[in-house]
């Protein structure tokens, strides 16, 4: 099946270690992105790219870190300078342009 | 600069009953418009968009948004609440300008009585 795929679902880190959030996609897309969700605030964009081995600050990159070296693949690491990592993480992809974008089921990240 | 305002964070509506979330947007130019419904612990799904073209556009699950300029506004309408409508709603506009990013508001939770 073409889709998102994230992995793992849930993650439990303890603080001042750095962990890394999975996002694999087959849908041949050429941008991809991460969300960061909390409670009432709605989703805002840590990481974005639109092509292979290029990538943007997002509105709250600060603590976070990605690459891209596979169109398919958009690791994202949440490092130990992120003051509050415990959230819910989304990707997701797009065709590119103004269209729509796909997401993952999402990681609920928890650190201790 | 782009925002999108969806008022409140909470509605409630009997099962039957008309569903209606509100949306409100601000940009400089024309803009593309989506709403996404998000079940508990999962990814963000798309139930319709604008892009151009018929204002009134239908989606998945009998959900449906009109596009008013001149209100700035993309609401979303449903005739008939059912229980499996309950989730949360966000409200999302393109970021013109070749950048490709999606604005989204806060999101609505909708909760559907019995």
């Known amino acids: 099946d073409g889709g998102i795929t994230q992995s793992p679902k849930y993650l439990f880190r303890k603080e001042g270690q750095n962990v890394t959030l999975s996002c694999e996609q087959n849908l041949n897309h050429d941008a991809m992105y991460w969300y960061r969700q909390d409670p009432g605030q709605g989703l805002r964009l840590i990481y974005y790219?639109?092509?292979?081995?290029?990538?943007q600050k997002g509105d709250i990159a600060e603590g976070y870190s990605v690459s891209r070296e596979k169109k398919e693949s958009f690791p994202l690491t949440v490092t130990s300078a992120q003051k509050n990592p415990t959230a819910f993480y989304l990707c997701?992809?797009?065709?590119?342009?103004?269209?729509?974008?796909?997401f993952g089921l999402g990681t609920r990240l928890t650190v201790t | 600069a782009q925002s999108v305002t969806q008022l409140g964070s909470h509605v409630s509506v009997s099962e039957g009953a008309l569903v209606l979330l509100r949306c409100n947007y601000s940009?400089?130019?024309?803009?593309?418009l989506f709403w996404y419904v998000q079940y508990p612990n999962q990814g963000l799904q798309l139930l319709l968009k604008?892009?151009?073209?018929?204002?009134l556009v239908k989606g998945i699950n009998g959900f449906e948004a009109e596009f008013k300029k001149s209100e700035t506004s993309f609401h979303l309408t449903k005739p008939s609440a059912h229980m499996s409508d309950a989730a949360e709603y966000f409200c999302a506009v393109n970021l013109q300008g070749g950048s490709e990013k999606l604005v989204f508001g806060k999101g609505m939770k909708l909760t559907v009585n019995p």
């Open positions: 604008y892009t151009t073209g018929a204002t």
């Open positions: 790219s639109q092509i292979v081995n290029d990538f």
């Open positions: 997701a992809s797009g065709a590119g342009g103004r269209g729509e974008q796909y």
């Open positions: 940009s400089s130019v024309p803009p593309y």
